[in-house]
């Protein structure tokens, strides 16, 4: 088969505000790939089983809605809420939703000519044969202060400590559990965002990503 036949999958990870999503949609952009951000389809699970008032602790039930999760038009502002994200890290540890979401994200990663997926195990467990896979991060302190100047900009009157308590809670529930925990896959290349604007950071991953697409 000819290169240009097979697809082209870039791996993004990292935890929640890191700049992950950004990149990812950039670099799609830049590169005509197609995108999928795959904590949208934890939280079309959560929202799914809220709307339907399904009890989120039902495993066999939250796979069977994930089995059903349609991907196309997954849309972040419409699920966006705090209630959703909270859902979706609960329907997250379960294997059996996982599978049925992984399933889905690699069908999607295959479709030529290829993806950015981005999420919390696209380089360890649903695309370890990406191209390249990198991994986004930035201080707690960092991304709190990110998601904070985002939420106040809503009108939200949530305080920089609620937000930084929330973005440790869930790098603890991320990092910690025990199926495909957050954590760089291996010969992942890492991007501290901390002390980086968008540009550089786009810039610094874009360099990395042409490297590997040419070295083939
Ligand atoms: O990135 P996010 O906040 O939209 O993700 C929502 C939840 O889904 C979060 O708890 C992490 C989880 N998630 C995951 O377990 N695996 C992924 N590939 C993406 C997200």
Do not use: W
Request: proline share 4%; with cysteine.
């Amino acid at each position: 088969m000819s290169a240009a036949a097979s697809p082209i999958i870039i791996a993004i990870d990292g935890p929640a505000a890191s700049g992950k999503g950004t990149l990812a949609r950039r670099l799609a952009a830049t590169l005509g790939l197609r995108h999928l951000d795959t904590g949208l389809t934890y939280r079309a699970v959560a929202q799914a089983m809220l709307q339907a008032g399904l009890p989120l602790d039902n495993q066999e039930l939250a796979a069977e809605v994930a089995r059903h999760i349609e991907l196309a038009g997954l849309d972040r502002e419409a699920l966006s809420d705090h209630a959703i994200g909270e859902a979706a890290s609960q329907v997250a540890v379960m294997g059996a939703v996982r599978e049925a979401l992984v399933d889905a994200q690699r069908r999607f990663a295959a479709r030529p000519p290829g993806a950015v997926l981005d999420g919390r195990d696209i380089g360890t467990v649903v695309c370890p044969n990406a191209i390249v896979k990198l991994f986004v991060t930035a201080s707690p302190q960092i991304r709190a202060g990110r998601r904070f100047d985002e939420v106040s900009r809503t009108g939200s009157d949530l305080t920089f400590e609620q937000v930084l308590d929330d973005i440790v809670k869930r790098d603890e529930r991320d990092m910690n559990r025990d199926d495909s925990p957050l954590k760089p896959a291996q010969g992942a290349h890492l991007i501290d965002t901390s002390e980086m604007d968008i540009e550089t950071a786009f810039r610094t991953a874009l360099a990395i990503v042409e490297r590997a697409i040419e070295a083939g």
